[in-house]
């Protein structure tokens, strides 16, 4: 595992790639390598324009063979070993770039969870064994909505983004081993949101939430 691509990762998601087993470890770390890559294209700001030519660049990488991938990019390096399907995370990027509309609608917060959480049931599957993605895509999509809610400026945007999560969160939804990292995630933004907090890991019940998740998948 690649540790240069684990010290890219924001404090939560470097938690919880601790709790991926062995065999998801790497496409655990590929996703959120990128998803933390594609994030940053967003949030440097900067004219769209160009944040748009840098989510087409990945976006083409992902369309095209991995043979033809160019040498030297470590994410890359790791997508093209990791187990995921690289056009299955065509989607991801396709949800970051939906945050460069000038105002977020229902229809931009859809499609940015769905790529999110689409990345996730490419995870569960990349260890070859058959478990269900419906509550991976349930509690990825929950998730990727919460996170975005804590790094909006818009308050009216934010609040959209947790009733969207409301509607598509219910009642505590267990994961599978293969994404125990995503169940670290999904339970330490449900308690964020719950408390009220602008932060993921504020303190040792943030931690006991994590470990809980991390052991039992919830």
Sequence with gaps: MSSDLVETLP?????ALAYAPKRTQSATLALLALDTRLAGIIRN?????????????????????PAHWPIGEPLLALLRDCGIEPERLVPLVDGWEMLLAEALGRRELS?????????????????GRSQPDAPVEQAGHEWALLDLAMHLDSEDEAKMAREAAAASGGARIRLPKEVRSLAVLH????????????????????????????????
Excluded: C, Y
């Design 187 to 218: 339970s330490l933004s449900r308690r964020a949101h719950r408390l009220g907090s602008g932060e993921l890991l504020d303190g040792a019940g943030a931690m006991a939430t994590a470990l809980r998740a991390g052991l039992l998948g919830r």
């Design 11 to 15: 404090l939560p998601q470097r938690l």
């Design 111 to 127: 499609t940015f969870a769905r790529g999110r959480a689409l990345g996730w049931s490419a995870v569960n599957d990349a260890s």
């Design 45 to 65: 700001g900067g004219e769209p324009v160009i944040a748009q030519m840098k989510l087409a660049w990945w976006r083409e990488r992902l369309e095209q063979a």
